[in-house]
């Protein structure tokens, strides 16, 4: 399989040199040349199939031209050691709890599936490389500690200083090894800004191997696309697969991406609805047409807090440029903080369910949404325990469970480098400390 930059102006490369390089050189972001369909048989008996069973037939399809069946499926299987529920929550509105692998996130799939892959491309090579990664909360501990004493690989993880919650923040400034946290004196804008600075520079590019991890890379939000299976798969055994609505939480978009190549290659959703809160540019876009990138604003659903979500290029890619198409599969709906405080209370009160602040908002879009006869799914995406300062100011405190793995992440020393927002300086620190 082949893989074209969305901008289209430099040659396809392989899927090594996708997963390895992260950005293409002409700033684009990887796509598969073609996306290959699921037989209807697989659709057939897809609910008597695990989560590590469906997610291998799916990785076959995306990966299985590169990398021999019996090394991929020892891919996926070591990636999924945990499961992910659906769990009803109201009437015919159930959760698909993303939340159940090591960091407590639903990038827990991408960023370890990435860091396997990665090492496999890189096994017997002397080759070393640096992997970036830009972070407005769960991405940088599902990477960290994903590719944590991979041979090979060192990881650089930018986050916004102040803007994600301290659990957060624990979860990959407390690892060392190979896991180095800058801490960067601005929003998350400016940390994907530096990383992707750093790919087209050309003093970095000569002296260093660098990739990223973010969902910008294919080995990243690709796996994504497990989850939407695995919810199909749950809901079929219930006989409720019919007339299915998929709401996701979104902010660099690369979580719905991923549910968006589910339906192309046959996974019968019948739309999706894309959560906002006050970063509302893909919103604005369904409405209008017209896409317009602005700083992002600061919200308690911070791992949404994105001014320009780089995934929706690929978005815009899939469509060929139709606003008029990608509305006939997608809706969007977005969410001030106080929406999303009273529904997070008025859920926990009324259904006994939990909620963190992104699931809150799929939640309410849905809750909104849903029409007769169909039935709805929404991702949730964290712990609520990954926001308890927040949550616990909306139901009370001492009402937030902590879970034993993060409590361990609380017990380790904050270990992490302050820098600007200035790329001269973010260079200079690579090129002093970058192998």
Known sequence: MQYYSTNKSVPEVSLKLAVTKGLADDKGLFMPE???????????????LSFQEISFEVAKAFFGEDIPEADLKALVFDTLQFDCPIVPVHDNIYSLELFHGPTLAFKDVGGRFMARLLGYFLKGNKEHVNVLVATSGDTGSAVANGFLGVPGIDVYVLYPKGLVSEIQEKQFTTLGQNITSLEIDGTFDDCQRLVKSAFMDETLKSKLTLTSANSINVARFLPQAFYYFNAYARLKEKGLQDELVVAVPSGNFGNLTAGLFAQKMGLPIKRFIAANNENDIVYQYLQTGEYKPRPSVATIANA???????????????????????????????????????????????????????????????????????????????????????????????????????????????????LSTSFDDFQKFLLETAK
């Open 34 to 48: 073609r996306i290959n369909q699921l037989p209807a048989s697989f659709f057939e008996t897809i609910e008597q």
């Open 304 to 418: 949404m807090d994105v001014g320009d979500p780089s995934n929706f290029a690929r978005i815009l890619d899939l469509f060929d440029n139709s606003h008029e198409a990608i509305c006939s599969v997608m809706k969007g709906f977005r969410y001030s903080d106080a929406e999303i405080r009273e529904v997070l209370l008025k859920v926990y009160t009324e259904k006994n369910y939990l909620l963190d602040p992104h699931g809150a908002c799929a939640y309410k879009a849905l809750a909104k949404d849903l029409g007769e006869g169909e039935v709805g799914v929404f991702l949730e995406t964290a712990h609520p325990a990954k926001f308890t300062e927040t949550v616990e100011q909306i139901i009370g405190k001492g009402n937030v469970p902590l879970p034993e793995k993060l409590a361990e992440f609380m017990k380790g020393e904050k270990l992490s480098v302050e």
